[in-house]
């Protein structure tokens, strides 16, 4: 199996995961702050909620990467 190819059958799926997965806890940080929780409660969970998020983000833009790159391996065969 091409190289490209299983990095993108790999990091697909995993970043679609971190993406939905960091898209629910932002909801639960603004749950949070909506409730009228400390500061110090929602800010953190916030913060962690981005940061998951815009690792989903990278990671799945990275199998993009991997997937042009597949088809372009293949071109060339």
Same mark, same amino acid.
């Given at each position: 199996?091409?190289?490209? *190819?299983?990095?993108? !059958?790999?990091?697909?799926?995993?970043?679609? =995961?971190?993406?939905?997965?960091?898209?629910? !806890?932002?909801?639960?940080?603004?749950? &949070?702050?909506?409730?009228?929780?400390?500061?110090?409660?929602?800010?953190?969970?916030?913060?962690?909620? !981005?940061?998951?998020?815009?690792?989903? &983000?990278? =990671?799945?833009?990275?199998?993009? &990467?991997?997937?042009? *790159?597949?088809? *372009?391996?293949? !071109?060339?065969?």
């Amino acid at each position: 199996m091409n190289k490209h *190819r299983k990095k993108w !059958l790999i990091q697909a799926p995993i970043g679609l =995961v971190l993406i939905g997965f960091g898209a629910c !806890l932002i909801a639960e940080s603004a749950i &949070l702050k909506a409730s009228g929780a400390p500061w110090l409660q929602w800010v953190p969970a916030g913060t962690v909620a !981005l940061c998951v998020f815009n690792a989903g &983000l990278s =990671v799945f833009g990275n199998a993009i &990467l991997e997937r042009i *790159r597949y088809e *372009r391996s293949l !071109l060339k065969e």
